[in-house]
């Protein structure tokens, strides 16, 4: 198979390694990333400590006491080599329950004034579609998102809030996100989801993972609180 273009290898530290894929956001350039993340979970080198997916490249950290940059780079090469995306498992596909403005989604009007519509038609079209998660970052469990509709595109908060709570659905610009932790945050919060997406006592604590789609639906509260106490994940396909 042909890559979408020849992957380069760049130095990361004294420790690390990035195979670079593209130079911009892609689902294609991605599924060479997700390619490369499974084949090193399949056949694992003697000395990588951990690999990172990001939009477009992979960030391999290794131990040069076992295995140096030279080595690596060649051990990754024949890998690359073999890459085939029509080997890749298909992604899983997980609902994210969201309950949707009040007072779990205070920028939800804001939203809707700002991009033309009513706060329904705003539900709809962030919910009517499906997401590529392309990595996790800023806090543990953090989905960074693909696939949102540009007419919902929000410029951040002018002045960002100390407080987000765990759970919350937010949008920046023309990404959309969710908050797995309480943390400070300028994204314009439209809604929340009763799941943990990070949990440390949880035997696996981050709940997605890149290369994972998930997709939005609108619950009442009702709901809301049942699945808060039931933690129930609906996984739609894997």
């Known amino acids: 198979m042909t890559l979408y273009r020849p992957a380069r290898m760049l130095p990361l530290g004294d420790r690390g390694l990035l195979v670079e894929f593209g130079d911009e956001i892609s689902p294609l350039i991605h599924d060479h990333v997700r390619a490369l993340s499974k084949m090193l979970d399949a056949e ?13 490249s992979l960030a391999v950290y290794y131990d040069p006491l076992i295995i140096g940059y030279r080595e690596l780079a060649i051990r990754l090469s024949d890998l690359l080599d073999d890459l085939s995306l029509e080997e890749m498992p298909p992604a899983r596909l997980v609902e994210i329950p969201v309950l949707y403005g009040g007072e779990f989604g205070p920028d939800l009007e804001d939203v809707a004034k700002h991009c033309g519509m009513s706060v329904e038609e705003v539900v709809k079209l962030h919910s009517g579609a499906e997401y590529l998660i392309y990595m996790l970052g800023f806090s543990p469990g ?41 943390t400070p945050g300028g994204w314009r919060i439209i809604g929340r989801t009763p799941l943990k997406l990070y949990d440390p006592t949880r035997e696996h604590p981050v709940l997605l993972s890149a290369g994972d789609r998930v997709r939005f639906v609108p619950i009442d509260a009702e709901t809301y609180e049942k699945i808060a106490n039931s933690q129930k994940v609906n996984i739609v396909s894997e």
């Open 142 to 182: 953090f989905p960074y998102l693909g696939g949102m509709d540009e007419r919902l595109a929000t410029p951040r908060l002018e002045k960002p809030r100390l407080r987000i709570p765990a759970g919350s659905v937010g949008i920046a610009d023309k990404q959309t996100g969710v908050y797995p932790s309480e």
């Open 44 to 56: 694992p080198i003697q000395g990588i400590i951990e690999w990172v997916p990001t939009y477009r």
